[in-house]
């Protein structure tokens, strides 16, 4: 079993930013990936970027390029995601995940999920 544990979300106008940080533990030996999805209300999970453990491959969503990074922390297995620019439409519950192997930018190749925090994006 994996444990992650989310923090960072809030209220925030449009314009600022926020940083969001996932920290995972438990059986995290051969970590692969870890990356983070988002949930607005009404619409279906989506994927916002990933990073590769060994490596430090990124990957970003259309949506988030250029305003979005994402970095591994010096603690082992903690990922942050750094947003700046802010729009309303990033308003969502921010979700980390943890993959051992697939397709970074889909849902099904996490194994295990955080309980999610709240990014709130004011006009």
């Known amino acids: 079993q994996v444990q992650l544990v989310e923090s960072g979300g809030g209220l925030v106008q449009a314009g600022g930013s926020l940083r969001l940080s996932c920290a995972a533990s438990?059986?995290?030996?051969?970590?692969?990936?870890m990356g983070w999805f988002r949930q607005a209300p009404g619409k279906e999970r989506e994927f916002v970027a990933a990073?590769?453990?060994?490596?430090?491959?990124?990957y970003y969503a259309d949506s988030v390029k250029g305003r979005f990074t994402i970095s591994r922390g010096n603690a082992e297995n903690t990922v942050y995601l750094q947003m700046n620019s802010l729009k309303p439409e990033d308003t969502a519950v921010y979700y980390c995940?943890?993959?051992?192997?697939?397709?970074?930018?889909?849902?099904?190749?996490?194994?295990?999920w955080g309980q999610g925090t709240q990014v709130t994006v004011s006009s």
């Open positions: 438990g059986r995290t030996f051969s970590n692969y990936a």
């Open positions: 990073i590769t453990w060994r490596g430090g491959i990124t």
């Open positions: 995940g943890f993959a051992y192997s697939g397709r970074l930018t889909e849902g099904a190749s996490y194994a295990y």
